[in-house]
């Protein structure tokens, strides 16, 4: 199955700063999406990362909030903006890979902003 | 996009097969139920899907029910590692419900 390396594990931001989050997939993927997971909640699609154009934004998510760029198959970026404390929660990315069953889901980067 | 119902919790006897309910009433005729399963402090992990007959692989059996509404994960022999939650999934593209918190018990 496809390998994730997700960056950084977790970080603590100052409020009005913004946080850059890195994944990068081991081989090419077809599907990326980005998640948020407040705590002690269940995942939030945040958008799917389209290779080559704009990312698709689920209802709430803003491309100004959460900027994404998708440059290849095997990477991508989520960028927190303007952080504020309600930011604070674990971001994972998930890769659907051909041929593969299932979605992979990276381990996540937990963000604690102050 | 499929909304899919689950108990929020439920504790199982280690050895003891759990059995995890989901209403999944919504869903099309073309989408496949997926179930994941999140252990602390970690991404989710795939377990199993199907689409409308019953599957099994090393992890669990999967019933989905004749009129698609509703599927239940069954862990045969559980273990203190499979204490997790659980998550149905119907849907082409992830929405992830409350899933079932499971706690297997010693």
Not at chain 2, 12 to 36: D, K, M
Not at chain 2, 55 to 80: G, Q, V, W
Request: proline share 5%; net charge neutral; with cysteine.
């Amino acid at each position: 199955s496809a390998v994730i390396s997700q960056k950084p594990s977790r970080d603590i931001c100052q409020r009005g700063t913004s946080l850059t989050i890195q994944c990068q997939v081991d081989s090419q993927v077809t599907m990326m999406f980005w998640y948020r997971q407040q705590p002690g909640q269940s995942l939030t699609l945040i958008a799917t990362a389209n290779q080559g154009s704009e990312a698709t934004y689920e209802s709430g998510f803003v491309i100004d909030k959460f900027p994404i760029s998708r440059p290849n198959l095997t990477f991508s970026t989520l960028t927190v903006s303007n952080m504020s404390p309600e930011d604070s929660s674990i971001y994972l990315c998930s890769v659907g890979v051909p041929g593969q069953y299932g979605y992979t889901f990276g381990s996540g980067t937990r963000l604690t902003v102050v | 996009d499929a909304k899919t119902t689950q108990p929020p919790s439920m504790d199982c006897a280690e050895g003891r097969a759990a059995n995890l309910p989901c209403n999944h009433s919504t869903i099309s005729g073309n989408e496949y139920v997926y179930w994941y399963r999140q252990i602390h402090s970690q991404g989710p992990q795939y377990i199993i899907h199907g689409l409308k007959n019953n599957e099994t692989n090393e992890m669990a059996s999967l019933i989905i029910t004749e009129d698609r509404k509703s599927s239940t994960l069954i862990l045969p022999h559980a273990t203190l590692r499979d204490t997790a939650v659980y998550y149905c999934i119907g849907a082409y593209k992830y929405i992830f419900g409350t899933g079932t918190r499971l706690k297997v018990l010693a």
